[in-house]
């Protein structure tokens, strides 16, 4: 069964260093999220993506934050100047919004900023 | 907005019982998605259940159900005959039907532990 995949599991930066974060989405699949849990708490949306560019974002997804589609499978979040408060589980999500509206989630990137 | 609102921080539950995860969300829309994700220690969020707001039929996933009262904006999660890998966070989760992004509203999670 298709899935999709994150990488890298773990990423430890530096406060004040950039960072990017990769998803492959399932391949006939539209529209691509990204989501943000921090520890113990409840997971928010940050960003949607559809058709090459942003459909909607989160008050949370600010000019630090940038998203981007490079070629047809990854999809990339880019956290430009990194802040403690960026350490979080980040979710990659993809969905074929014909029929089933039911989002697969990628396995996560722990971010660890120190 | 919408919101999503899980009551229960913790519960727990014998193996092989009953247990029920309670969700209440807000929302002026009519047309609208519903789902319980499961959160394993691994963290990665895995699709239990989904529930259109059209449908009066509540949805059933072999050990899973859910009981959706739409004037009443609930949306519990039963777990009949609870196992030992049933053991998470549950999440409930609300999303707009029709155009539009499909974004997810999560609620903050109910842990679940199961007693052997």
């Known amino acids: 069964e298709p899935e999709v995949t994150q990488t890298p599991s773990h990423q430890v930066t530096q406060m004040g260093q950039e960072v990017i974060l990769r998803c492959v989405p399932i391949s006939n699949h539209l529209y691509f999220y990204w989501y943000r849990q921090i520890l113990g708490q409840k997971v928010e949306f940050l960003v949607s993506?559809?058709?090459?560019?942003?459909?909607?974002k989160s008050e949370i997804f600010d000019d630090q934050f940038s998203v981007e589609r490079p070629d047809g499978s990854n999809f990339t979040l880019k956290i430009r100047s990194t802040k403690l408060e960026d350490s979080a589980m980040y979710f990659c999500?993809?969905?074929?919004?014909?029929?089933?509206?039911?989002?697969?989630f990628g396995p996560g990137t722990r971010l660890t900023v120190t | 907005a919408q919101t999503v609102t899980q009551s229960q921080p913790e519960m727990s539950v014998q193996e092989a019982e009953t247990v029920t995860l309670s969700c209440t969300y807000d929302t002026s829309e009519s047309d609208y998605y519903l789902f319980w994700y499961k959160q394993p220690p691994s963290r990665q969020m895995i699709l239990v259940i989904r529930q259109e707001a059209y449908k009066q039929q509540n949805a059933t996933e072999n050990r899973f159900s859910v009981n959706f009262q739409k004037a009443a904006k609930s949306f519990s999660l039963k777990i009949s005959d609870s196992q030992l890998g049933d053991a998470a966070m549950y999440f409930c989760a609300y999303s707009l039907s029709g155009a539009g992004s499909y974004q997810l509203t999560f609620g903050k999670g109910t842990k679940l532990s199961v007693i052997p």
């Open positions: 999500a993809s969905i074929v919004p014909q029929g089933r509206v039911e989002q697969y």
């Open positions: 993506f559809y058709n090459n560019e942003i459909s909607e």
